[in-house]
Nanobody, 123 residues
Framework: QVQLVESGGGLVQAGDSLRLSCVAF????????MGWFRQAPGKEREFVAA????????FYSDFVKGRFLVSRDNTKNTVYLQMNSLQPDDTAVYYC????????????????WGQGTQVTVSS
């Protein structure tokens, strides 16, 4: 059974940093583009960042560009999301996922999701 397990979320103050981790079980990540999404209460799940299988290309939504950094360590079967200069609007549950074929920033491209990790940013 393929599973993704996110960790690293928590309660922080505006301006702080967090690093999220996403470990895969049952499948090696090295052949896949991996993505991060987030979902705030009452809102749709939205794309945050993605990294291709060779770590050659990264993709970011406009609202995190310059603040967040996505990376991966295929030897640890883990994807990371370094989040800097966090703001209250970044409060959400953050999910990682395996990408299938399709547009990187589109939720339906992703076929296996983790359970999410809560990030709460206070002002």
């Amino acid at each position: 059974q393929v599973q993704l397990v996110e960790s690293g979320g928590g309660l922080v103050q505006a301006g702080d940093s967090l690093r999220l981790s996403c470990v895969a079980f049952g499948r090696q990540i090295d052949g896949y583009t991996m993505g991060w999404f987030r979902q705030a209460p009452g809102k749709e799940r939205e794309f945050v960042a993605a990294i291709d299988f060779g770590s050659v290309s990264t993709f970011y939504s406009d609202f995190v560009k310059g603040r967040f950094l996505v990376s991966r360590d295929n030897t640890k079967n883990t994807v990371y999301l370094q989040m800097n200069s966090l703001q209250p609007d970044d409060t959400a549950v953050y999910y990682c996922a395996f990408a299938g074929r399709g547009r990187i920033m589109v939720k339906s491209t992703y076929d296996i999701w983790g359970q999410g990790t809560q990030v709460t940013v206070s002002s």
